[in-house]
């Protein structure tokens, strides 16, 4: 089971963290996703990073801009998004990966967080 | 502009089949049999329907069936119905980074 939260508005330019709350699984054992859908848009794949967290990769249109992480002591993965624009408007989704590293088959999701940069 | 190559759309009637190709290069579809299919209704959490290019997980229909062919991955729903009416993604594994590879996606009508 996956629960995302810390969705929100936020104005462009501004910062917002979200969290991902694993249970039901071994969460130190799988590569975990962020993955949005815009509106009117389809599924876009934002960030992954593996198991242990030590190795992190970013959709183009977010390198240098979102951050993810996670503790896995406490069960939980992290996006934090910075310089945001209208365009990263969306439902984000957190996603486990089958393997400990991203491979991009991802079995479980949460239902997702609303983001909305707007001024 | 997705990595990989998917149609915008396609429709067939109850009952009929229909297969989504899903397009890559020698970097991912080509050279890794990690490729996925998802089947997502807007609203609801997308639902894994297909991993490593055709095994099903438990609990997902066998009209579900996955392949692949050079660069090319498919998706067949055979028997459709009403239900299946929804937007289907492929993702692939990539050597290159981004490791993760979404397609645009094919949105389903069931006529």
């Known amino acids: 089971h996956l629960s995302e939260s810390g969705g929100g508005l936020v104005h462009p330019g501004g910062s917002l963290r979200l969290s991902c709350a694993a249970s039901?699984?071994?969460?130190?054992?799988?590569?975990m996703n962020w993955v949005r859908r815009a509106p009117g848009r389809g599924l876009e794949w934002v960030s992954s990073?593996?198991?242990?967290?030590?190795?992190?990769d970013y959709a183009g249109s977010v390198k240098g801009r979102f951050i993810i992480s996670r503790d896995n002591s406490k069960n939980v993965l992290y996006l934090q998004m910075n310089s945001l624009t209208a365009e990263d408007t969306a439902l984000y989704y957190c996603?486990?990966?089958?393997?400990?590293?991203?491979?991009?088959?991802?079995?479980?999701w949460g239902q997702g967080t609303t983001v909305t940069v707007s001024s | 502009q997705s990595a990989l190559t998917q149609p915008a759309s396609v429709s067939e009637s109850p009952g009929q089949s229909i297969t989504i190709s899903c397009t890559g290069t020698i970097n991912d579809v080509g050279g890794y049999d990690y490729v996925s299919w998802y089947q997502h209704h807007p609203g609801r959490a997308p639902r894994l329907l297909i991993y490593d290019v055709s095994i099903r997980p438990s609990g997902v229909s066998n009209r579900y069936s996955g392949s692949k062919s050079a660069y090319t991955a498919s998706l067949t729903i055979s028997g459709l119905q009403a239900e299946d009416e929804a937007d289907y993604y492929c993702t692939s594994h990539s050597n290159n980074s981004p490791h993760v590879l979404l397609g645009g996606g094919t949105k389903l009508t069931v006529l």
């Open positions: 990073l593996t198991s242990s967290g030590g190795s992190t």
């Open positions: 039901g699984f071994i969460f130190s054992n799988y590569a």
């Open positions: 996603a486990k990966d089958y393997s400990w590293t991203p491979r991009g088959t991802m079995d479980v």
